[in-house]
């Protein structure tokens, strides 16, 4: 996901940075609830709670499922961007995208 990341940042012309910069922030702050979730665990887990391991299952895979999302929204949006005042383009957001 940092690579594809890494790629649309690429893209994406130096005025519109900042939607990426969005994204970036967005996956670091879900990175770090990760983490603390992480913690909370291993921590109740030495304490003797039992972890159930499928609902840990689909609170990692929730959010790998949002950084995808975000990707995916913020490809369409770069595309979108790419081919503005092109009149055979299909917008994925019929609202637009204005600068």
Known sequence: MEKRLAEIQKRVKKEHQDIV?????VFDALDQKANEHRR???S????????????EK??????????????????KTTDDFDHLGDKRWDKFFKDGVKE
């Open 44 to 55: 109740n887990a030495l304490a003797g709670i039992k972890i159930n391991g499928h609902e």
């Open 21 to 25: 910069k969005f994204v970036i922030h």
């Open 58 to 75: 689909i609170y990692y895979d929730t959010i790998t499922e949002t950084k995808r999302l975000l990707l995916d929204v913020l490809e």
């Open 40 to 42: 909370l665990a291993a």
